[in-house]
């Protein structure tokens, strides 16, 4: 089960943060996006002539890291947002599908007029969807 969805912008500004455990503290989710941002400028910079190989433009980046508790999953899409989904559950599903998901209702959110761009994303329809991403 998701406990957590994070978008971070392109300038690691954080644009969403949604946690969906009632009993823990978000503060420790913002703790856990920051580790797992880490991992991704770690598999996102650029690779040495030596160590280039089958690397790939696939935007889901999978298993980051874990924690005692948590597994951590990441995606970047092509304008650099990254996105961060914190799982509970060992037995994860089909995480790419899930991304896929995520990041629609992500791209609905920021075609809204009134989304300014590299704000806080604040929509209600958005966070419905993320509720729904976690209950499935």
Request: proline fraction near 7%; charged fraction near 20%.
């Amino acid at each position: 089960m998701i406990v957590c969805a994070a978008v971070v912008g392109p300038s690691y500004n954080p644009l969403h943060l949604q946690t969906f455990a009632l009993d823990d503290d978000p503060l420790k989710y913002h703790y856990i996006v920051h580790c797992a941002l880490d991992v991704i400028d770690e598999r996102l910079s650029p690779p040495s002539p030596r160590s280039r190989g089958a690397g790939g433009n696939d935007p889901c980046l999978g298993y980051l890291y874990s924690t005692e508790d948590f597994k951590v999953y990441g995606y970047v899409s092509n304008t650099h947002v990254k996105f961060l989904l914190v799982l509970d559950d060992p037995e994860t599903k089909d995480v790419r599908e899930l991304f896929h998901r995520f990041h629609s209702a992500y791209i609905d959110a920021v075609s809204n007029p009134f989304q300014l761009p590299g704000h806080s994303i604040t929509s209600r329809s958005f966070e419905a969807r993320l509720r729904a991403l976690a209950s499935s």
